[in-house]
């Protein structure tokens, strides 16, 4: 992950709290002061700087030069003018500063890694990356098809703007480490079928060409824990066709329970190991 550049005007104290979680040898720090001269743009990559402020000038100032800002608000009487407010500088992780950067410039949102695999989110350049994980009939013998390209870039382009930005989850991409190509999707997502509070709806495809190599199983396990332990979710559960053994067996491994009918569930703290 690259290393981000913290813009900020705060008071040393307040900067203090920011260390908690974005230490300062991960991070570097620059004052609005230092970085606003003739020169600035020689030394800083706005794609990897973030700006923290209270102040609505330096908001105006930052996103002005293409900056993304998060705003900070310390009293009842603080209003700063930007998509994204915390209110306690020392909750601030790195998550935090992704998503802010992300949706300033409108950009797929990295989720995780795994051995094999980055899982990120989609952009509207995949389409044609995601019409071809769906080229072979064999893809939507258990899933819907895509639908018809007008139609399929509108909603990939609605699902951006409205899921991502909304619950800053979905379905994401699935891109193989050693040649940066897309192999398939998986993510999590509330759908009709989540009935709880905190329940999410696990679903993957993985491309044939890619599949019997325990991709899926690589990429969901780490989804599962990213599930839990980031969005703080409480259960998932996942919908499987009972002829789909292949996807049986990866929601086994995963350590789902069978509720019947094709419906698995996993809480947070049951195993993870083979059932």
């Not at 996942?238 to 049986?248: C, H, K, Q, T, Y």
Request: proline residues 2%.
């Amino acid at each position: 992950m690259s290393k981000y550049m913290i813009i900020n005007d705060l008071s040393e104290a307040e900067e203090a709290k920011l260390y908690n979680n974005l230490p300062p040898d991960i991070y570097n720090y620059v004052k609005v002061a230092d970085m606003v001269n003739a020169n600035w743009q020689l030394f800083f990559d706005v794609a990897n700087c973030v700006g923290i402020t209270r102040s609505n000038d330096t908001v105006s100032l930052l996103e002005a030069r293409d900056i993304a800002v998060l705003g900070f608000e310390s009293t009842t009487e603080d209003y700063v003018q930007t998509a994204y407010v915390v209110e306690d500088l020392s909750v601030v992780e790195r998550r935090d500063i992704d998503i802010v950067n992300a949706r300033f410039h409108n950009t797929p949102l990295y989720i995780l890694d795994t051995e094999r695999c980055i899982v990120r989110e989609h952009s509207v350049d995949d389409y044609e990356a995601i019409c071809d994980i769906y080229s072979d009939e064999a893809m939507t013998e258990y899933i819907e098809p895509l639908f018809e390209p007008e139609e399929e870039r509108r909603y990939l382009q609605q699902y951006i703007d409205n899921i991502y930005k909304y619950f800053d989850f979905g379905l994401w991409l699935i891109v193989d480490k050693e040649d940066n190509n897309v192999i398939g999707r998986a993510g999590v997502e509330i759908r009709d079928t989540c009935f709880e509070d905190g329940q999410v709806e696990l679903s993957y495809q993985v491309k044939k060409d890619y599949q019997n190599r325990g991709i899926a199983t690589e990429v969901c396990k780490a989804i599962v824990e990213y599930t839990f332990a980031v969005l703080k979710m409480k259960t998932i559960i996942a919908r499987v066709d009972e002829g789909n053994l292949a996807s049986i067996k990866v929601i086994d491994k995963l350590g789902f329970r069978n509720l019947g009918d094709g419906k698995y569930i996993r809480k947070k703290n049951d195993s993870s190991g083979h059932r």
